[in-house]
């Protein structure tokens, strides 16, 4: 089956309206429209985002029982490895969670799989590696969430 990409419709008057009202650039006020984001308080809210306008992170599954762990591992001072996609989320988020670690004195290191060699997500040859430098956590940033049998042979190695 071949792709078939079709463009979003153009806003003109939303996109006008943005940039009247907020003072943005065209290019911008274009991007929000394509993204629904229509009405100028809405566009404010978007574009000066604050940590009160996140979602609660504990909604997610299991999140206590993985912040005990990190809590776990750092004051235990273990070596962690924050695994991440090699694509643009999966190395900003790898990025912001070892400047995190650091901050709160954690022992983190961060690996990117080979693309060419070791492919998408946490694989045997990282869990090796991880298991050879005396890694005790691992950390997923961007995959990881269909890495049953990967998971499953890092917790034989411990």
Not at 4 to 19: D, M, S
Not at 81 to 86: E, R, T
Request: glycine fraction near 6%; aromatic fraction near 6%; charge should be positive.
């Amino acid at each position: 089956m071949e792709n078939i990409w079709k463009p979003r419709p153009f806003k003109e008057k939303e996109t006008q309206n943005l940039v009247r009202k907020l003072g943005i650039s065209p290019l911008i006020s274009t991007l929000l429209t394509n993204r629904g984001i229509t009405e100028s308080e809405e566009a404010k809210r978007f574009l000066n985002c604050n940590l009160n306008d996140l979602h609660d992170p504990y909604l997610l599954k299991d999140m206590t029982k993985a912040v005990t762990r990190i809590k776990k591992a750092i004051t235990n001072k273990e070596k962690l490895m924050i695994f991440g996609d090699f694509d643009a989320d999966g190395t900003t988020g790898t990025t912001i969670l070892i400047k995190t670690m650091e901050l709160i004195e954690g022992k983190a290191e961060h690996y990117f799989p080979s693309r060419l060699t070791e492919g998408y997500g946490l694989n045997k040859k990282a869990i090796d590696n991880a298991v050879n430098n005396n890694i005790k956590l691992i950390i997923t940033v961007d995959c990881g969430i269909n890495a049953n049998k990967e998971v499953s042979y890092a917790k034989k190695k411990g």
